[in-house]
C-alpha cells in the first residue's frame, strides 16, 4: 500500500448513560500522498468523530475504539506508544479547524502563538531553533498564507484580525512543522462567501504546490466538487459510496447521494 | 394598483463605532439610503455578507430599532414610532437563523406557539389553534406536548414558523431560516414556506448570503453591499447578467456543483483580504475592461 494515510475498518461506539450507541462502523479511507480527498457527510453522520479519531484526539471515554487500524505511513497509529504518536500530531499531519475564533487564544499575540506551537514540535521531534529563526519561520508561513504585513500580522492579537485573516491563521499554524498531510475540518464555512472563496483558494493552491495531502471534511457538496480528485460519502457512520469527485457528481451510484445532490439548490435556477 | 405589503423608503441608520482598545472611533453607516418594495405573495431577497447591513435592515423592520432617517410603510401605512406595539406584530413576524436558541427549552412546543396567541387575545379555542398551526408547519398534532430538546433542527425551525404564524401576519421576515440545517432537510423547509406563500397568501422578506438558495427561493434580489442595495431585480436577469462588480464577484464565490453553474459564474481573478474596498472593486472593474476578464 503507498496511501500516507489508509484507515482500514474503523468501529468507534459512545457510551452515554450506560447506553452504547455505534457511531463509526467499517470506515476505510485511503489519503495517497500528494492527493487531494474529500470526505462529505450531513450532520451526525460520523465524520468529525472520524477525523478526531486520525488526530488523537477523541475523548475516549466516552469513546471507544471498537476495532480496525489508522496507518499513516504504515505505522498503525493505534497501537503505537504515545510519545511517538505525539511526534506526529502537529507535525507530520496537521489539523485546520472550522472556528478562527474560538481556536485562537485572544490574550496573546500571532507570533507569541504560532511560536509556541512551533516551539513543542521542535522540541518533539529533537530538532533545534533559536528565537530568530523561530521568529524567521513563523513570518515565512504567514507568507504562504498571502498575509500581505507578516510583521504586523504577527504581533497582532486575533481580535485585530478579520474573521478570513484568522482563518488563515490557522492555516499558518498547521504548516507551520511543514505536515505531510492537512487534515481541513469545514474551513471557511464559519467565513462569509467571498472569504471562504479565497481560503480554499488558498488551500488549493498550498496542497499543489508543496505537494500535501489534503483530507477535506465538509458538508458542502460545492467545496467537495471543488477542492478534490476522490470523495468519500458519509451517511450514519458508514462509508456509503466513494468514486472520483467527478463521478460522484455525474453518476451518483447510491440514493442517498442523489438525494443529497438533488437537495442542493442551484445558481442556474431550478430545473424545469 | 394596490399598496405594496412593505416599503423601504431612503432607509438610513448609522452606529458610533469604537476601534480595537477604545482607540479611534467613527460613524458607521451600517444601512445607507436603501429602498425596496415587496408585493403581496412575493418573495424578496436581501443578499449580503456580514456587515452589509441585512439585519439591521430586519430589525428595523421589525420595529426593534428606529432609523435614523426613511419610512418604513406596511400597507401603505408607517410604522415609525409604533414600535413592538401588537398591531404592528399581527402585521409583521420573524423567523429566526438557529430555531435551537429561539424557541424556549423549558416550555413545550404547545406552551411556545401560545405566547402569541395568549398576548394577541385570540378569541377562539387556542389548544385547537396550536394544533392547526402545527398542522399548517406540517407537524403532527401531538408534537404539542414536546420539549425542543426532543426535536430535530428541521422539526424545531417548523415550530418557530408555526409560532410566528399564530396571529396570522401579513409578512414574514426570513432571516437565514436554513443556513444551520442541513442541505436535504433545508430543502423541506423551503417547499413548507413555499407552499405557505401559495396557502396563506404571505409575503416574505428573506435575508440569506446563500446565493442559489436566494436563486431558487426568491423571486426578485437586492443585493447589498456594505450598506447600499448596488443591485436590484428579478433573480434570473441578476444571476445571468449581473451588472454590479460586486455581484459579480459574490457570484464568482460560490462553490457550485455542476458545469451549468460554473458556466453562469463570472471569472475573476479572487481578491486576499476580506469584504473588498471600493478601490479593490474599482481595480476589478479595470481588470474587467482588459480581454482576459468574462462578464
Known sequence: MTALLSV???????????????????????????????LVGESGSGKTVLMKTVMGILPQPPAKVEGGAILFDDRDLLTMPERDRLRLRGTAMSMVFQDPMSSLNPVFTIYDQLGTILKHADRRLGRQRGRRERWARVLEVLEQVRMREPERVARSFPMQLSGGMRQRILIAMALLSEPRLLIADEPGTALDVTTQAQILNLLRDLVTRQNL???????????????????????????????????????????????????????????T | MTAPVLEVRNLVKTFAVKGA?????????????????????????????????????????????????????????????RGTSLAHRQQVQMVFQNPGASLNPRRTVGQSIRVPLDAHNFAGDRRARVGELLEMAQLPA?????????????????????????????????????????????????????DLVAQLGLTYLFISHDLSLMRNFAQRVGILYLGKIVETGPVAPVFTAPQHDYTRLLLASVPVISAEEEALRPTIPMIDGD?????????????????????
Open chain 1, 213 to 271: 495531502a489534503l483530507l477535506m471534511i465538509t458538508h458542502n457538496l460545492g467545496v467537495v466538487r471543488e477542492t478534490s480528485t476522490y470523495t468519500y460519502v458519509m451517511n450514519q457512520g458508514r462509508i456509503v459510496e466513494q468514486a472520483p469527485t467527478a463521478e460522484i457528481f455525474a453518476a451518483p451510484r447510491e440514493a442517498y447521494t442523489r438525494e443529497l445532490i438533488a437537495a442542493v439548490p442551484r445558481l442556474t435556477g431550478r430545473a
Open chain 2, 275 to 295: 469584504i473588498p474596498t471600493a478601490e479593490q472593486l474599482l481595480a476589478l472593474r479595470e481588470l474587467s475592461q482588459t480581454k482576459e476578464f468574462k462578464t
Open chain 2, 21 to 81: 482598545f477604545g482607540r479611534g472611533r467613527g460613524i458607521v453607516r451600517a444601512v445607507d439610503d436603501v429602498s425596496f418594495s415587496i408585493g403581496a405573495g412575493e418573495v424578496f431577497g436581501l443578499a449580503g455578507e456580514s456587515g452589509s447591513g441585512k439585519s439591521t435592515i430586519a430589525r428595523m423592520v421589525m420595529g426593534l430599532s428606529q432609523p435614523d432617517s426613511g419610512d418604513i410603510l406596511i400597507d401603505g401605512q408607517s410604522i415609525l414610532g
Open chain 1, 8 to 38: 482500514r475498518n474503523l468501529d468507534v461506539s459512545f457510551t452515554t448513560y450506560g447506553r452504547r450507541t455505534q457511531v463509526l462502523r467499517d470506515v476505510s479511507i485511503d489519503v495517497p500522498e500528494g492527493a487531494q480527498i474529500a
Open chain 2, 142 to 194: 401531538h408534537f404539542a406536548d414536546r420539549f425542543p430538546h426532543e426535536l430535530s433542527g428541521g422539526q424545531k425551525q417548523r415550530v418557530a414558523i408555526a409560532r410566528a404564524l399564530a396571529v396570522e401576519p401579513r409578512l414574514l421576515v426570513l432571516d437565514e431560516p436554513t443556513s444551520a440545517l442541513d442541505v436535504s432537510v433545508q430543502s423541506h423547509v423551503i417547499e413548507l414556506l413555499e
